[in-house]
């Protein structure tokens, strides 16, 4: 992984004077073309006041999971364990909302603002136990740079 190169373009993102939404979505398909593995790349955040996530921008097929409940999926549990969730076979978990056949594995990072979880970052891989540490200190890095735009 070509780590420097992957920082320099989110933080390119991050400085271009466009709206928030569209940052998001540069992210999302910057990621999602740039490492071959990462399948699906999208943003969840906290919907108001609910215990619920709620889909922001993504990049890969639409999914019909727009709204997951706290506690629910590899997502929602995330949502409540404030920690970084790194699944790298999805058959091996009971507690996760599948979006396909495709997809095999799933990394979530969560965001926090003021050491509060506002949101997260969720990639999914076509791929067995495609993820490393690199992964998870990159996209904890996307995380912390969304979370001054956000
Ligand atoms: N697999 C997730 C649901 C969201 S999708 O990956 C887009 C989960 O178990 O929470």
Redesign the pocket.
């Known amino acids: 992984m070509e780590t420097d190169f992957l920082k320099n373009n989110i933080l390119a993102i991050i400085k271009k004077s466009n709206s928030v939404d569209s940052k998001l979505q540069a992210i999302c398909d910057f990621l999602r073309q740039e490492i071959g593995y990462y399948d699906?790349v999208?943003f969840y955040f906290k919907n108001g006041d609910k215990d619920e996530l709620k889909l922001a921008q993504f990049a890969g097929e639409p999914?019909e999971?727009i709204i997951?409940p706290f506690g629910?999926?590899?997502?929602?549990q995330v949502a409540v364990s404030n920690q970084n969730f790194v699944v790298q076979d999805v058959q091996s978990h009971d507690n996760?909302?599948?979006?396909g056949w495709k997809?095999k594995s799933?990394i979530?990072i969560p965001i926090f603002i003021d050491g509060k979880n506002i949101g997260q970052i969720?990639i999914?891989s076509h791929t067995v136990n495609p993820f490393s540490e690199q992964d998870e200190l990159l996209l904890e890095f996307v995380c912390e740079q969304v979370s001054e735009i956000v």
Request: a negative charge.
């Open positions: 699906w999208g999914t999971h997951i629910k999926g590899i997502c929602g996760y909302i599948s979006c997809v799933e979530v969720d999914d």
